[in-house]
């Protein structure tokens, strides 16, 4: 899918914004992650822009500045909704001795999907864009699927359960060989539709973490969200026998796409509902550098996420994580998460020695 500027910004404007009498969408807020080195004093000077600026006019000059600083391999921006009204400028920044996620190169095949699917998915596109600027966002993941809140969207929605079974196989192929990134967008938005046949839902789950490898923002986000809509359905079905390993959205974490981190926090928050000891153990082991920032960022809905999982790694319940949220205790939880555990003291692993 080809990146045009700012597009995906300007789409999320909220429509409330049409009404204002300067329709340019200015920066509220600067967030920038992934520096461990490089001073972020520098990266805002590289920036050229600060609050209350305009969106720089290319993205991609941008982000060439900031390739060049030295200590940073890689940048990127990416503009999101809202703070005060105004955009929310993410800038991410990869730097040369931190974790990093590898992206697999696009496949080459010329297969494509039935023009029924993309027509669908096109239909959804356009129905979902809609609802979102009439501020109906919400969406039913207890099925294992999307329905959106909206009842122009749901129905098109529904349709991708029968298209998924006639088309699976195609799915399959598209999802793996397919050199277009659209199609493989949206192969990956549409196999959370899948049957639930157990042998059938295996192949779905190896194909959709497959897409977490992908190159491409979309297909990644496409199926992070499939993954997460199947693992809410998967808790209220335990007869379909799913499970989800964590390992790739625990790795997008360090990404420098904002979306990834997004998209791979909210899927851990289902994911370490059962507060598995090795999921939690490989987010503070892998990612809890990258979780402790997101958890700071400003914007509170994409905040809340990560603290989550900042406090589930610290031992916490979920009431405790909701108390420290609510009284504004974020930093005493992140501190909590950062301390190392203690090990017992000599006399304790003396007395606690395994015999010979």
């Known amino acids: 899918m080809r990146r045009i500027p700012w597009a995906l910004a300007l789409a999320l404007v909220p429509a409330t914004l049409a009404c204002a009498a300067d329709l340019t969408p200015r920066i509220g807020a600067i967030e920038i992650y992934g520096a461990r080195k490089v001073p972020q004093k520098k990266i805002r000077e590289a920036l050229g822009v600060q609050e209350g600026s305009i969106l720089p006019p290319s993205r991609s000059d941008v982000e060439e500045r900031l390739d060049k600083m030295h200590g940073v391999i890689a940048a990127r921006l990416e503009a ?93 192929e598209v999802i793996r060989n397919s050199s277009d990134p659209e199609q493989r967008a949206t192969a990956a938005y549409v196999l959370q ?74 899927a851990l928050v289902d994911l370490t509902e059962s507060r598995d000891p090795d999921t939690l153990a490989l987010i503070h082991d892998r990612a809890l550098s990258s979780v402790v920032e997101m958890a700071r960022w400003q914007n509170l809905e994409h905040a809340l996420p990560a603290f989550i999982l900042v406090g589930r790694v610290a031992g916490l319940s979920d009431e405790e994580i909701r108390t420290a949220w609510v009284n504004g205790n974020r930093e005493a939880v992140i501190k909590k998460a950062l301390t190392p555990a203690k090990r017992p003291s000599l006399p304790d692993r003396i007395l606690h020695k395994p015999s010979a």
């Open 80 to 172: 999101t909704c809202c703070a005060q009204g105004k955009m929310i400028l993410y800038v991410g920044v990869q730097e040369g001795d931190t974790p990093r996620t590898e992206f697999r190169p696009a496949p080459t095949g010329e297969i494509e999907l039935p023009t029924e699917i993309t027509k669908t998915y096109q239909d959804f596109l356009d129905s979902a864009k809609e609802a979102a600027h009439a501020g109906i966002t919400g969406e039913d993941l207890t099925s294992g699927y999307s329905l959106m809140a909206d009842s122009d969207t749901r129905p098109i929605q529904i349709l991708f359960i029968t298209q998924s079974e006639k088309y699976l196989n195609q799915l399959h």
């Open 193 to 266: 539709y899948a049957p639930r046949n157990e042998r059938l839902m295996h192949q779905t789950l190896d194909d959709l973490q497959y897409a977490l490898h992908d190159g491409n923002d979309t297909v990644r986000s496409n199926a992070m969200r499939s993954l997460k809509a199947v693992a809410v359905g998967a808790k209220l079905h335990p007869e379909q026998n799913i499970v989800i390993s964590p390992t790739w959205f625990v790795e997008l974490l360090n990404s420098i796409v904002w979306s990834d981190r997004r998209n791979a926090s909210l």
